[in-house]
């Protein structure tokens, strides 16, 4: 059974820093790319970053030079590194495993960039 778990989020002021994580259990973690969406209320779920299994990674404009993904095969982790954080980036974070067709995600963490 697939689980993913994120960790990491909460309330930080613009201009700062987050780093969020997603463990992920009951598949081959290696094999597969993973990805990092948010949802801020009232608006669609959005693809933020995403590695592949060859650890490509790929990035929303709004993410580029700001966010970065990583993954640490050992701990069957994902990372997604947020700096310079802006109000704008405020939402629930989801980590994302498209396997076999069907779509996995975790529960989500809060984001959220205020002063």
């Known amino acids: 059974q697939v689980q993913l778990v994120e960790s990491g989020g909460g309330l930080v002021q613009p201009g700062g820093s987050l780093t969020l994580s997603c463990v992920a259990a009951g598949y081959s973690f290696r094999t597969y790319g993973m990805g990092w969406y948010r949802q801020a209320p009232g608006n669609q779920r959005e693809l933020v970053a995403r590695i592949n299994r060859y650890d490509s990674t790929d990035y929303a404009d709004s993410a580029k030079g700001r966010f970065t993904i990583s993954r640490d095969i050992g701990k069957s982790t994902v990372y997604l590194l947020l700096n310079s954080l802006k109000p704008e980036d405020t939402a629930v974070y989801y980590c994302?495993?498209?396997?076999?067709?069907?779509?996995?995600w975790g529960q989500g963490t809060q984001v959220t960039v205020s002063s």
């Open positions: 994302n495993l498209v396997m076999s067709q069907s779509d996995y």
